[in-house]
C-alpha cells in the first residue's frame, strides 16, 4: 500500500504548550495497532479535536497523534472475521483520536470491538455529519424518552444550540413532534434554528442565577451543551417531573444548585457520556437511522476538505462556526 497522508499532532516543542500539528506521509505501520484498517471517506471536526489540536486540557497525553474523535469510511483488512473488505463502518469513541490514532487520515486502524457496520438507511456522509454530535444528541434522546418525555409533556430547551450537537438535537426534537426552544448567543443564526424546528429562539442571558432555589416551571426536558450557569438554570426551570441531560461544560465544570428540584419537584438529570457499550451504541444508532432521522443534515453540515483542517479548528475555538464540519478525505 501507498504512503497516506494525515494530520498528526507532535509533542509541544520547548515553551510551547500547544503541540506541533501537521500534514504528515505515513504508512500503515505507523499507526495504531489494531484488527480492522479502514480507508477512511469522512471524518469531521470536534470541539473536542480543536481543543486537542490546541494542547488546551490536556485532552492528548501521547504523542505522536492522530486525531478526529469519529470517522466513517470502507473496510480494507480485517483479522477479524466479523469484518470483510468493502464493509461500511462508522468508529467513534473509544479513544481515538485521543489515546490511539483517529480519523484525521486517510487510512485508519481500530480494534474491532470499536467498529460498527453502516446503519441501514445511511450513507457514509451521513453518519459522518452526525458522528460523535449526532450520537450525543441521539442518546440524549433516547435516555429523555426512555424516562418519560413525550411532545404532549411540553417544551424542551436546547443549549448550545448553533454547536454540532445542539443543531442536530433540535432537528430530532423537532421531527419528532417536541415544541424546541433554543438558547444561543449568536443572534445572527435565527434563521438557521428556525429552519432546523426550533419555534422559540431565547438569549443565552436569560439564563443567569436568580439567588433562588426554584424558579417558574417552563420546561417538560432539557438538552444541555455547556454546563455551569446554564444547567443550574435548567434545573431550577423544570416542570414536575421534567428530564435534563447534560454532556459539556463549556460554560464552567461546577454550577450552583440546591436539591429543591429533585425533592419538590422530581425532576431527574442524567449524564450522557458517549462512550456508550456497543449494544447501546447500536439501538441508539438505529433509531437516528429511523426514528430520530434529522431532516436537515445537509444545513448542518459544513463541508471542507481535508487540507482545511487548521483552519476550521481556529474558527471552531474563536466560536465562529455553526453546526458540523464534514470533513472530505478522499479526493
Not at 470502507?74 to 462508522?90: I, L, Q
Not at 426534537?173 to 449568536?186: D, N, W
Not at 438554570?233 to 464552567?252: E, H, I, K, S
Not at 428540584?261 to 456497543?278: D, Q
Request: proline letters at 5%.
Amino acid at each position: 500500500m501507498s504512503r497516506f497522508l494525515a494530520y498528526r499532532l507532535h509533542a509541544p516543542t520547548a515553551g510551547a504548550s500547544a503541540p506541533a500539528a501537521r500534514f504528515v506521509e505515513l504508512d500503515v505501520d505507523d499507526l495504531s495497532p489494531g484488527e480492522v484498517l479502514v480507508r477512511v471517506a469522512w471524518s469531521s471536526l470536534n470541539y473536542k479535536d480543536a481543543l486537542a489540536a490546541a494542547g488546551i486540557n490536556a485532552i492528548v497525553r501521547q504523542y505522536p497523534r492522530i486525531g478526529g474523535i469519529d470517522l466513517t469510511g470502507t473496510v480494507v483488512a480485517s483479522s477479524d472475521a466479523r469484518f470483510r473488505e468493502g464493509d461500511p463502518v462508522v468508529v467513534h469513541g473509544f479513544g481515538i483520536g485521543v489515546d490511539h490514532d483517529g480519523g484525521h487520515a486517510q487510512y485508519a486502524r481500530v480494534k474491532a470491538d470499536w467498529a460498527m457496520p453502516l446503519p441501514a438507511g445511511l450513507s457514509l456522509r451521513e453518519a459522518a455529519t452526525l458522528g460523535a454530535a449526532g450520537y450525543t444528541a441521539g442518546l440524549c434522546l433516547h435516555w429523555m424518552e426512555h424516562n418519560g418525555l413525550a411532545p404532549a409533556r411540553g417544551k424542551v430547551v436546547v443549549s448550545g444550540a448553533t454547536g454540532g450537537v445542539g443543531s442536530i438535537a433540535i432537528d430530532m426534537l423537532a421531527g419528532r413532534g417536541y415544541a424546541v426552544t433554543a438558547l444561543t448567543g449568536k443572534a445572527a443564526e435565527l434563521d438557521y434554528l428556525r429552519t432546523l424546528g426550533a419555534a422559540e429562539i431565547l438569549p443565552a442571558e436569560v439564563a443567569k442565577a436568580t439567588g433562588k432555589p426554584l424558579d417558574p416551571a417552563q420546561w417538560a426536558g432539557a438538552v444541555d451543551a455547556v454546563g455551569g450557569e446554564v444547567l443550574a438554570w435548567m434545573l431550577r426551570t423544570l416542570q414536575p417531573d421534567g428530564v435534563a441531560t447534560a454532556f459539556g461544560n463549556a460554560a464552567g465544570a461546577q454550577f450552583d444548585a440546591t436539591v429543591l428540584p429533585f425533592i419538590l419537584r422530581g425532576v431527574k438529570l442524567i449524564g450522557i457520556n458517549a462512550n456508550s457499550p456497543m449494544a447501546l451504541r447500536s439501538e441508539v444508532w438505529a433509531k437516528i437511522a429511523d426514528a430520530y432521522r434529522p431532516r436537515h443534515l445537509d444545513l448542518v453540515a459544513n463541508e471542507i476538505a481535508f487540507q482545511d483542517i487548521p483552519e476550521a479548528m481556529a474558527r471552531m475555538l474563536a466560536r465562529q462556526s455553526r453546526g458540523r464540519y464534514l470533513v472530505r478525505m478522499e479526493g
